[in-house]
């Protein structure tokens, strides 16, 4: 077996020579054994919803990494369609080679308890049941045996049941996303949640991902962290399980730092307003931090910018609290803000608002769970503070010194630019997909 090459008869030629056509076929023998082709190989993403418009944090992750893997691949989406955004598959057909969408069903009440108690018979989470669709499984089912995918990939935990729907031979690496470790997220959400019969139903919820999430997992040839610290979380749960670490990222060319002449006043909170984490967190802002910062700086307001704000979060609105709601653009709010806060108490996974504001040169004051995850020091890329009285003296110390401002704002910048833009965060994606094609 070999390649046709005409050797000279010079020996150091000839063992050269021979050396490339040995590199030759071991590189035909892999291909034959992994079905694959390592510089364009086919994958499909099942994601919950398609990636645009770039509405939240996990939409923006998937769009970035998506787009940077298709441009040596040939990818494919499933996903459900948001409800209003008619134009999510012509934007994202300028990437992918197939895209299927499907709408969430609207189910009678009964219908949906029903499932719900067979799940919780199953010992399957019983949220699942909200992301039940006939039509994806019909899709997947059909794109899976008409297409060979040499990796199938799902993004969250709370769609690995996806998995099932999927025609796939044994060539085919499956790779399951944690953009968050659920049981973590929802054990601290029943922390914040006032209502005992709300938060007993959220905490139960939570001790069913516990039990079901890590063990789940392990139909899947890789699973993804967003962070070491969830990646320890999986792997303490089940050591059996194989977990990579792929961070958030930012556009750092889109990101540019912007200019800062004078310091105004003005704060600015950034994220999904019906998602309770960050409901719980503009409430006990504006309640417990923001008096505090009035007595040193009078003129202090607030910018709450993001989509569906809670009723809750709509009443803050007014005495220097200003609710935004969506927005197509946060730019132009970072250019009339000085500071970004992430005064969040629950929640899990890694915040690209956190690295948003890094680019933008904008300082952060945080709590220690809004920065968790990434790589960054107190003091150096942002201040964190967990208590109202230090998140207030936070705030004061930036808007008072100018030396801290530029430090924390320079350090942040190069922290971004080094370690989270999205290019080198798909390639070390792209490092697991070889590794899992030579597996």
Request: proline share 5%.
């Given at each position: ?165 999927v025609l796939s031979d044994a060539r085919t690496k499956h790779v399951l996303t944690f ?109 417990e931090i923001l008096p505090i910062i009035k007595k040193a700086l009078n003129n202090i ?139």
């Amino acid at each position: 077996m070999g390649f046709p090459i005409n050797r000279e008869p010079n020996r150091i030629f000839s063992y050269f020579l021979a050396a490339a056509e040995d590199l030759l076929i071991s590189s035909y023998i892999l291909t034959v054994i992994t079905g694959s082709n390592l510089t364009n190989m086919r994958i499909l993403y099942i994601t919950d919803y398609l990636p645009y418009p770039l509405i939240a944090g996990d939409l923006i992750r998937n769009y970035n990494l998506i787009c940077c893997v298709a441009k040596s691949h040939q990818v494919s989406i499933v996903g459900f369609q948001i409800p209003g955004s008619c134009n999510s598959i012509t934007h994202l057909e300028k990437y992918c080679e197939h895209i299927e969408g499907a709408y969430l069903p609207n189910r009678r009440k009964l219908f949906r308890l029903h499932r719900m108690f067979s799940y919780l018979l199953s010992g399957t989470p019983y949220d699942f049941e909200f992301l039940y669709s006939k039509e994806l499984i019909w899709k997947i089912k059909a794109l899976t045996s008409s297409v060979h995918f040499d990796i199938i990939q799902i993004e969250h935990s709370r769609m690995a049941l996806y998995r099932e729907a999927v025609l796939s031979d044994a060539r085919t690496k499956h790779v399951l996303t944690f953009h968050n470790v659920a049981s973590h997220q929802y054990d601290r959400i029943a922390n914040i949640i006032l209502t005992p019969l709300k938060r007993a139903r959220t905490w139960l919820y939570s001790r069913m991902l516990r039990r079901w999430e890590p063990y789940y997992a392990e139909h899947f040839d890789r699973c993804i962290a967003v962070s070491t610290d969830d990646r320890n979380l999986l792997l303490s749960a089940n050591p059996r399980l194989k977990v990579a670490v792929i961070p958030n990222g930012i556009d750092t060319r889109r990101y540019q730092r912007l200019p800062m002449e004078e310091i105004h006043p003005t704060l600015l909170m950034v994220g999904s307003m019906s998602y309770l984490p960050n409901v719980d967190g503009a409430i006990w802002f504006c309640h417990e931090i923001l008096p505090i910062i009035k007595k040193a700086l009078n003129n202090i307001q607030i910018l709450i910018v993001g989509s569906s704000p809670s009723p809750e979060v709509t009443r803050l609105d007014g005495n220097a609290v200003c609710v935004i709601g969506q927005v197509d653009d946060v730019i132009p709010y970072y250019k009339q803000s000085a500071i970004s806060i992430v005064p969040l108490r629950a929640g899990g996974g890694t915040r690209l608002k956190v690295l948003e504001a890094m680019a933008l040169g904008r300082p952060i004051v945080s709590t220690t769970i809004g920065c968790e995850g990434l790589d960054v020091v107190d003091g150096e890329h942002l201040l964190i503070a967990d208590h109202p009285e230090q998140f207030a003296e936070k705030i004061v110390q930036l808007l008072t010194k100018t030396d801290l401002y530029r430090h924390i704002t320079q350090n942040a910048r190069q922290l971004v630019e080094e370690k989270y833009d999205w290019k080198i965060i798909s390639e070390k994606l792209l490092g697991v997909y070889s590794e899992l094609a030579q597996d």
